[in-house]
C-alpha cells in the first residue's frame, strides 16, 4: 500500500504485541515509531513529529495515564490524537483516561490488528 504520510507513535512495553502492531500499521502505508517504555515513549512524544499515539496504559516507568495527562497539557501536542490499548477494562480507569482526554479506548484483547489500522484510519481522516 502507498505511504500516506502519516505517523504513529507506539507506546507498547510487551515486545510481542508492539511487533504486531507495528507490522500491521506499516503493511497499512504508515510510518511507525515505538517506545517500549513510559519514559522512552514519552521523550519520543516530546521529540519526534507523530500524527497520532497508541498507547499502552501499564509500562514500566511513566505510565499510560500519566503520559496521556502531559500530552493533553501540552500546547504543541494537545490536539494530536491519542488511543489507549489496554486489557484493563476497569470502569475506573476508562473514566479516568477519558476525563485525561483520551480520544479513544481499545481493549486489547478484544480487538484484532486489522481493528486497530481501522481505528487509526478513522482518527487521521
Known amino acids: 500500500m502507498a505511504e500516506n504520510g502519516k505517523t504513529i507513535l507506539l507506546i507498547e512495553d510487551e515486545e510481542v504485541i508492539r511487533e504486531l502492531y507495528a507490522e500491521v500499521l506499516r503493511d497499512a502505508g504508515y510510518k511507525v515509531i515505538e517506545a517500549r517504555d513510559g519514559d522512552a515513549g514519552l521523550k519520543r512524544a ?7 499515539m497508541l498507547l499502552d496504559i501499564m509500562l514500566p ?14 500546547e504543541r501536542l494537545k490536539v494530536k490524537p491519542v488511543i489507549l490499548l489496554t486489557n484493563l477494562g476497569n470502569e ?8 485525561k482526554g483520551a480520544d479513544a479506548y481499545l481493549i486489547k484483547s478484544e480487538i484484532t490488528p486489522d481493528k486497530i489500522v481501522t481505528e487509526v484510519g478513522n482518527y487521521l481522516k
Do not use: P, R, V
Request: no cysteine; hydrophobic share 40%; charged share 30%.
Open 92 to 99: 475506573t480507569i476508562i473514566k479516568e483516561a477519558f476525563t
Open 61 to 74: 516507568g511513566s505510565d499510560g495515564l500519566q503520559i496521556l495527562k502531559y500530552i493533553k497539557e501540552n
Open 46 to 52: 516530546l521529540g519526534d513529529e507523530w500524527d497520532i
